[in-house]
Structure formats: C-alpha cells, structure tokens
Nanobody
Framework: QLQASGGGLVQPGGSLRLSCAAA????????IGWFRQAPGKGREGLCV???????YYVDSVKGRFTISRDNAKNTVYLQMNSLKPEDTAVYYC?????????????????WGQGTQVTVSS
C-alpha cells in the first residue's frame, strides 16, 4: 500500500515536498514514479526513480522538481520548487516492476491515493 502526503496550498514561486510511504513491501526493489492529474486532463507522468538507480524528469518539471528515496524510511519524496499555477493538480505516486525510467502509466501497478497541490495567490 502506498500513502501519498504533503500536498496543500502554496503561492506561486513556493515549494512543497510530497512524500510517498510504502507499507507491506520494500520500495527500493521497485521503480517509483510521480504523476499528476489536473481537472479535466489526463494523468501525466512527471518523474521517475528507477530500481536500477536512474532518474528521469519530463521537461515541464526538470530543474524544479527532484525525486529522491529514503530507503531507511521506505519513502520516496518529490521536492517541488518554483511552483507555478499550472502545477495545480492531484499528485500520485506509483510503483512499477519495470527496471528502467518508464513513465508509461500501463507499466505501473500500485498507486497511492493522491494528494492535492494547489498553487495560487
């Protein structure tokens, strides 16, 4: 089971750190992705930390978002800086058994419940 948390309301230019905690299994055996879904839009892949130690970011978040793992806490984080109103969405973490940096939704088999991020002044 995955539990995403850390969302909230933040002003443009602000920062948030999302957490994705796993219960019942060990995250470091899996590829972990962060996704988001804005109202009226499809689910969008943002970044991934693969089980073989690689990371990948889509252009829209590269340089602003950072994915990291804390294996001792069995938790993956998404540090989000320089937030923009267009980052407003429900954010999800998910696990994949794919060993590389995939953001194909069909490659992910377990999803957290989502946490709302709202960027507004």
């Amino acid at each position: 089971q995955l539990q995403a948390s850390g969302g909230g309301l933040v002003q443009p230019g602000g920062s948030l750190r999302l957490s994705c905690a796993a219960a019942g299994f060990t995250l470091d055996y899996y590829t972990i992705g962060w996704f988001r879904q804005a109202p009226g839009k499809g689910r969008e892949g943002l970044c991934v930390s693969s089980s073989d130690g690689k990371t990948y970011y889509v252009d829209s978040v590269k340089g602003r978002f950072t994915i990291s793992r804390d294996n001792a806490k069995n938790t993956v984080y998404l540090q989000m800086n320089s937030l923009k109103p267009e980052d407003t969405a429900v954010y999800y973490c998910a696990t994949s058994s794919f060993p590389g940096t995939t953001l194909r939704i069909s490659d992910y088999h377990d999803w957290g419940q989502g946490t709302q991020v709202t960027v507004s002044s």
